[in-house]
Every structure is written in structure tokens, then in C-alpha cells.
């Protein structure tokens, strides 16, 4: 019997011997199953209660698909993979200990923003060779994002006021973390002889430059949602074609056209399609109405299969397509690519 326990380990090394470093993480991790909302909440109940460190190893362990997860959008940061494991396990393991269920909101919502930060630090010190305080490299990066996002909603960057009201610090703080980023990134141009330092601020769209190009980061999180989107956009074409639309070819170019789906996302209103096919503005209205009953009927077993919800389902309408072009839109700016590519991906 002893015999046997010392082999043991051995015939487990032998089993993993031709396996990567990730495929046994992998492996290993697939052992916890995935907790149910019941479950997260008694986990945290115990954790917060009676600081149960067994129910605090479980809520990790169960979740360690979502740090790996996380951890993925970071592959073009530098840091070795399994030190972006690592980190993100560590922030998890934080918003693990800190949870409430008594607020009622989903453990991975909570968890990701704690990865995120925990990630975010060890890309920062891995890649700094003059190392700067944790808390400037969180604020500078916070303040890149603002700028980021504003200027791809509005076209420009905002001014110093405008991003010393959203981080609520004073103008002048935001000034010095931008002057930081001379010292620690490369992101950050030599924008300052744009200050007038005797109290005038140009425009901060001249001052900073190519600060607001996405990161790697963000191009390849761009890209990854955009073949998601992509992926379950084919579902539904493909459950159109099962469907009624097999039968009517016209109907489902319709459906196509009233998105964009088949030419570059260019949407087309309802009267111009009824002007198109010389057939009326309600009818078109009922085609395409029809065409969601069909997805949300035929894709049900897809979609169940990649963890959506049947509520999630019946949302499938105009007003879903409507958020999601709007995603897609976003997302092919950061990415760098083109509509017409993203539609042709679409019929390929």
C-alpha cells in the first residue's frame, strides 16, 4: 500500500511530462466547477461571517477560469504569462476576502475590476526600469483611459479642467502626473513647452499627441470581442438559413441590409428598403420582425452552450443589433480595421 502512494506522484509527472506549464494550469483548474449564485453567496457569507479561509480557497479556486480569463487580455503587455495568472489570482483572492453579497451583484463584476488593478501593477513593474510609485502609475493610467474614451466619443481630447472634474484632483495635480510620464513612458510625448506656465493651457489635443492611439493591450481586447460579435452573428445567419428564410431569399437580404450585415454595416431604414423592394414600410417591419423569432427559436441550444441566459435570448431583437453595431463600431476603431472587412468576415 505504501508501494503504491510513492508511486503516486510519479505516475502524475509521468502524465504531465509532454504538457506546457498552461495546459497543466489548465487541467488542474478544470477540477473546480463553476459556482452557482446560491453558492457565491453562501461562500461570501462565510467569509465576511465567520472569515472561513476553506470557503475563501473554494470562491478562488472556482473562479480561477475568470483570472485566466482577465489575464489573457494582457498577452501583448510583456509579462510572462503565468505571471499575468498569477497577479490576477491575487486580485482575485483580494476581492474574494472584501465581497458582499448583501449587495446582490455577481462576484465577476466585482472581481474583474481587482484583477484588473492587480495585473495593471505587475505590468507596471515589470516593464519600469525607474520604478514609480504604485498610486502614480494607477492615476496616470486611469487618466490615459479618460482621454482615450473622450476622444473617441467626441473627436477631441479634453482639456485639463475637463479631466481634473472626472479623477476629482486639482489641475495642477494632473498636471504633474501627466509631467510623470515623460520620466516612466514613452506614450507620453514631450507635449510640455505647449504649457504656458504663467497660467494659459493650449488645447490639450496638441499638448499630448499620440498619447490617445490605443495600446496593444486595447487593440488586442478589441479584436477579440470583434470575433466574438462576429462568432455569434453567424449563429444567427446560420439559423436564418435553416429557417424560414431558406425558402426566401429576398426576405433574408432584407434582414441583412436593414443592419448593414452585408455592406459595411451601412444600415438602411425601413423606407428605403420598401422603396427598394416595392413592398411597404410594415411589411418590411414584419420581415424583419420575423427574422428574430427565428433566431431566438433556432440559436437557443447554441447560445445555451456558450452560457447565455433564456431571458438573454429573448432579448435577441432590432434593439440588441441596435448596442451591438455599436459596440462593433467602437471596437473596429481601436482595432484598426474597416467595416467593409468586418461584414466580409461576416460572409466568408
Known sequence: M??????????????????????????????????????????????????????????????LRLARAVARRYLSSGVPYL????????GLMAAAKRFDYRRKKKFSTYAFYWMRQAIELECHNYSSIVTCPPEVSIARRRIIRIIAQHKLKKGIAPSIEEISEIVALPSKKVEELLEYGRCYEIRFEDYSDSIDREGREDDLHEMIGDMTAPTPEQILIAKQELKEISYNFKIMFSALARGYFKKTMR?????????????????????????????????????????????QKRCFRELIAKKWTPDQIKGLNEDWMKEELKKVDIYIKLSGLTADLFTQGLRE
Open 2 to 63: 505504501d508501494h503504491h502512494k510513492k508511486d503516486e506522484p510519479e505516475e502524475k509527472n509521468e502524465m504531465y511530462k509532454d504538457l506546457s506549464i498552461e495546459k497543466i494550469f489548465l487541467r488542474e483548474m478544470k477540477q473546480f466547477p463553476l459556482l452557482t449564485a446560491e453558492g457565491e453567496e453562501e461562500l461570501s457569507r462565510l467569509i465576511l461571517e465567520e472569515n472561513d479561509k476553506d470557503a475563501l480557497s473554494r470562491m478562488v479556486e472556482c473562479n
Open 83 to 90: 505571471d499575468l495568472i498569477q497577479a490576477a489570482s491575487l
Open 251 to 295: 426576405d433574408k437580404e432584407i434582414f441583412l441590409i436593414r443592419y448593414g450585415l452585408n455592406d459595411g454595416l451601412r444600415v438602411t431604414t425601413l423606407e428605403a428598403i420598401a422603396k427598394r423592394h416595392k413592398i411597404s414600410r410594415e411589411r418590411a417591419r414584419q420581415i424583419i420582425d420575423k427574422g428574430w423569432k427565428i433566431v
